[in-house]
């Protein structure tokens, strides 16, 4: 199989790092079960990385690689990347994904790599996700995406996704468990990468609800009323506007209803003070609005893929 990784100026360095490590270290240890034949290429003859490393790297028109994938940029904000994406190297690689789509190769991309893939057009119709905090950017720009952004990957027929910044380490993973799952299993264990199939433990719904002054307004309501339950009619009032209105704005920007919004917000409290109290369950669960602890470890379960045991002693994502 035939990988072609590609590195435009400004990469981010530990997304490129981890495809190539993950890569290179199924080859070293199972030489020639596979092979994996894996190249950097570029568009230009130089790239700098986004801490400025020179990378060498291959001409991207040369040969027919078989997965052709586009790790993250390194800009971390809506205003940095959207001076990237205009970049011409930017665009000479969005045509060049277009390319390699249109010929049969499988396009797969990282955090803000998929936002190239987007602009390609490979992703139009398909299931994807991305970096979660530019999730709101990525529905503006293509809404003919289904984005859900708190999955980790995403696979959707001949293109996967794979969501904010270490997620390039399960993006590998993935193309190397099509190749050979026991490889797979191999190195995951060599690497010490977990299955993290969410990137729903690590979102800060109050982030992304700043990239909307109504959802802000919206946020701030619902924080005072958690204990008290939902009325979509009562909250369009206290923030000035209609319901549709309301519902529809949540739906373009952040992709979910009202009441999912205001669940989520629910759960992020429930989790800070599972973190920060001993409080018991039940007294959390009723805190938040919830009848009862049994209804709160049920949904911490379905959103976040952990138990109350797992949240209190890890301490959260990130956590030593």
Known sequence: MQIDVLA????????????????????????????????????????????????????AD????????????????????????????????????????????????????????????????????????????????????????????????????????????????????????????????YLMIDARPSQGPYIIADHLAHADPLIERFEHWARGRMALGFSLSDAARAIGTSERTLARRLHRVLGKTPLSYFQDLRIERAVHRLQTSRDSVDAIAAEVGYADGVTLRTLLRRKLGRGVREIRGRGGPGAA
Do not use: Y
């Open 8 to 59: 435009l100026d400004g990469v981010f360095d530990t997304g490129l790092s981890a495809v190539l490590d993950v890569f290179g270290t199924a080859n070293e240890l199972q030489p020639g079960e596979l092979p994996l034949r894996v190249r950097v290429v570029g568009v230009r003859r130089r790239v700098r990385t986004d801490r400025g490393f020179v990378v060498p790297v291959e001409p």
């Open 62 to 189: 040369s040969g027919s690689p078989d997965v052709l994938i586009a790790p993250a940029l390194g800009s971390k904000t809506p205003e940095t990347l959207g001076a990237a994406l205009d970049r011409r190297d930017v665009r000479d690689a969005v045509q060049l994904l277009a390319q390699r789509g249109a010929t049969g190769a499988r396009l797969a991309a990282a955090c803000t790599g998929t936002f190239l893939l987007a602009a390609s057009g490979a992703l139009d119709g398909h299931k994807a996700t991305t970096t979660w905090w530019l999730a709101p950017l990525f529905r503006r720009l293509h809404p003919q995406v289904e984005l859900d952004e708190s999955r980790m990957l995403v696979p959707s027929g001949a293109v996967v996704t794979a969501g904010a910044a270490f997620a390039h380490a399960d993006l590998a993973l993935w193309l190397l468990r099509q190749a050979s799952p026991a490889a797979a299993a191999l190195v995951a264990r």
